[in-house]
């Protein structure tokens, strides 16, 4: 005769058992789901940044990048905030607190400015890589190299005694 004790032994040996094959189930019922993201490792996508390379201006003129830039904050048209690049390759912020800028180069027609931040829980050093879309003495437009197509930074330049 079988003890009841043995019937549950067994009962919970098979339920061990199955959520192995629930896992699998599992697995392809996320596959299935459009709610549940999946990689498709066999689509191929373009080669953003040099699509966005070809966009870019062919020649910059570095000697009008040297000057105060500024755009207004998101969300706050009447605060203006920017950069201030010096013609010996320092960066400022311009009314940026935790942004801190220190320096800048021009690379054919790619911007690169070092930064770190301050006051924030991840304060470090940063380098930003922007491509140089537009630029002549009164406006400077940027491609941030690691941003969405079609995003853009806009900024004026600010004449001194403003």
């Not at 905030?81 to 940026?96: C, D, F, H, P, T």
């Not at 437009?141 to 005694?161: C, M, S």
Request: aromatic share 4%; charged share 20%.
């Amino acid at each position: 005769m079988i003890k009841p004790g043995m019937i549950a032994g067994l009962a919970l040996i098979l339920a061990a058992c199955q959520p192995k094959q629930q896992a699998a189930n599992d697995s392809d019922s996320a596959r299935n789901n459009s709610l549940v993201p999946s990689l498709d490792t066999g689509t191929q996508f373009p080669d953003t940044l040099k699509a966005q390379a070809d966009t870019a201006m062919a020649e910059v003129d570095a000697t009008l990048l040297p000057g105060k830039w500024i755009q207004p904050v998101p969300g706050i048209d009447s605060i203006l905030q920017g950069i201030e690049l010096r013609k010996n390759g320092k960066a400022v912020s311009v009314n940026m607190h935790t942004l801190l800028y220190d320096k800048w180069e021009l690379s054919h027609d790619t911007l690169i400015l070092w930064s770190h931040a301050e006051g924030v829980e991840n304060a470090g050093p940063a380098i930003d890589t922007m491509l140089v879309r537009a630029l002549n003495d009164t406006a400077l437009v940027l491609f941030p190299i690691n941003a969405a197509a079609g995003y853009l930074e806009r900024f004026t330049r600010q004449r001194k005694g403003k």
